[in-house]
Structure formats: structure tokens, C-alpha cells
């Protein structure tokens, strides 16, 4: 059975950092393609970062060069370091053990098996 726990969302002041881990279990993270996904209320679903099988990272404009993902096979255990945080990253963040095309769907919509359960994050200004 594939499970995902998230951990490490918390509140912090503009310009911290956080880390989010996702440990999961029932399969092997360095033979999947891992997602960060985020959802910011009233707005679709963003793929936040992304880190390929072939350990391939992946950023969005919106946070590159201040998010960084990464893995620990060994914990296999997926990260997010989040550093210079943003009041506009105040939202829940999902890990999944997808890549997929999100279109104009929230991420409850996207939701399935192979996500977890979020973690919220918010930074005051």
C-alpha cells in the first residue's frame, strides 16, 4: 500500500525558511517521479517542484531560487527546503508520487492514493 506523511508546515514570518519531508512507504521513491504540488485558496493547483526518477529536479518560476527539492533514499524520504518564504506561499502543500498535468484543477481534485495528506504553510508579512 503506497502511503505519503508530510511534515514540517508550520507558520513563519516573511524571509524564513521551512523544510517539508515526505517519508513514504509501500514503494521506493528513486523509482517514481515525486511532486511538491501547492494550493493557494481561489487558485488552481501548482506544481511547486518535482524531482524525476533519474533524480532530475524540477522548479517553477514562481519559486526557483528559493525552493530546493531533494531525497534521501536511504530515509526514502522526499524534501523541500524552503528558504526567503513569501506571504504568497501561504498555502497547503501536498506531496504525491505523480507528475501530472494539472490543467485548471484544484488539488483536492487531484487527490488520490498516491498523495498525501498536506501540510500547511503560512508566512506573515
Known amino acids: 500500500e503506497v502511503r505519503l506523511v508530510e511534515s514540517g508546515g508550520g507558520s513563519v514570518q516573511a524571509g524564513g525558511s521551512l523544510r517539508l519531508s515526505c517519508t513514504a512507504s509501500?514503494?521506493?521513491?528513486?523509482?517514481?517521479?515525486m511532486g511538491w504540488y501547492r494550493q493557494i485558496p481561489g487558485t488552481v493547483c501548482e506544481l511547486v517542484s518535482s524531482?524525476?526518477?533519474?533524480?532530475?529536479?524540477y522548479n517553477a518560476d514562481s519559486v526557483d531560487g528559493r525552493f530546493t527539492v531533494s531525497r534521501d533514499s536511504a530515509k526514502n524520504t522526499v524534501y523541500l527546503q524552503m528558504n526567503d518564504l513569501k506571504p504568497e506561499d501561504t498555502a497547503v502543500y501536498y506531496c504525491?508520487?505523480?507528475?501530472?498535468?494539472?490543467?485548471?484543477?484544484?488539488?483536492?481534485?487531484?487527490?488520490?492514493?498516491?498523495w498525501g495528506q498536506g501540510t500547511q504553510v503560512t508566512v506573515s508579512s
Open positions: 504525491a508520487a505523480e507528475v501530472v498535468n494539472i490543467g485548471t484543477r484544484t488539488c483536492s481534485a487531484l487527490t488520490n492514493s498516491d
Open positions: 509501500g514503494f521506493r521513491i528513486d523509482s517514481s517521479d
Open positions: 524531482i524525476m526518477q533519474d533524480g532530475t529536479p
